[in-house]
């Protein structure tokens, strides 16, 4: 995939132009609308076994030819929002299917089994979708309900833009270089960022930037991207070309003066008011999808590890190499390690479901033992296939670069076990 720089519109905003012509959305109805036993129909029968089992097969068959090319899964986005899913989140008075976390979480496996790139986006656009519906949330419930319904109607995606070439993760704190400067009717945005996933394809760019005010502000401006152009000064450099989750996208983006209307500062406050950390539901949530995400790729390479292990006969042995005890071994420990990896993300959805969502910090260890797991599962495979596993003619060597990317996923390790060191330091 060649570098180069290119001002672009997505298929996203191409489906979705005609939406602009509403330039004050009406809010949706209230939370209190008789909508929730029929949001919750509508998700069982969008998100049944069957379906997802066709949408998992579906997008398997194309895998390697994105992964090999780079070229940005549209057409598996597509599907998903024509099954309902990619507003399964959004809440049932708004049109979407109200999922829970579990509900989520079964959907996002299927997904990431067959295509993990656009698992990745697709879990984006939903901690979104979540977010912006908690009670904490300072969007105007006007925007708020805009980003929904687009979702509902145009399977309208959305991801938040916060890394940058000199800050880094925000995540490890410092003030973002991206700059939104004080206009007559809104504000100026100008700045780069890095690894937006699902770029081609967003509609919605949730940016971090900074005021230009005396005493900075930071947060979140919205940037729109329908109709058609409506962003000038804003282009996207591809330079995407990693390991792994290659069709993700996750170009650059460098915003000049991209004019951001007043009421799309979502949310901008004083520093300081940013330090208290993530919510711990949303991050739970962000925590739990992410490490479906990674264990539904390590799955995916046991089961590849399982059909070949069976059929594999090598003429010295004179029967299949799952006969071999030493591999009926290995293969109990790959077992072991997916037994582990359910169970701690069983334990940490039923906790964010019953309302009672992990601390950070066990969220963050329950990210470190389930992506550390999955890694571990593709390397035994790798050990049990040798030349097999690593050749581009077989999944398995696509299955370890993919998992390869837990570990910079946020939060890293380094951040997780410090965090955990800290607070037994501080317990009594």
Known sequence: MSTMTIATESSAARRG????????????SSPTSPSTAGASRRLAASASPEILATLQARFAATATEHDRTGRFPSENLEALHEAGLVSAVVPAFAGGGGASLADARRILAAVAKGEPSTALVLTMTWLIHRQIGQPGSRWSPALRDEVWRTAVTRGALANSLRVEPELGSPARGGLPATVATRTADGWLLSGHKLY???IPDLSWLNVWARTDEPEPRV???LVARFPRGANPGMRIIESWD?????ASNSHEV???NVFIPEQNAVDIRPPAEWNTGPDVDNYAWMIALLSTLYDSVARAARDWLLVFLKTRSPGSLGAPLSSLPRVQQVVGEIEALLWANEAAIDSLVRRADAG??????ESGLAKF????????????AL????????????PLERHLRDVLCSRIHTPQNDSILTAAGQAAFARP
Do not use: Y
């Open 254 to 256: 460098v915003f000049d």
């Open 356 to 361: 009672s969502p992990p601390s950070l910090v």
């Open 369 to 380: 033992n389930v992506t550390g797991n999955a890694i571990k599962v593709v390397e035994l």
């Open 17 to 28: 132009a005609e939406l602009a012509s509403s330039s004050s959305p009406t809010p949706i």
């Open 242 to 246: 990693h390991l792994g989750l290659r």
């Open 196 to 198: 937006t996933t699902g």
């Open 219 to 221: 947060g979140a401006f």
């Open 383 to 394: 050990q049990l296939t040798g030349n097999h596993g690593l050749s581009r003619a077989n």
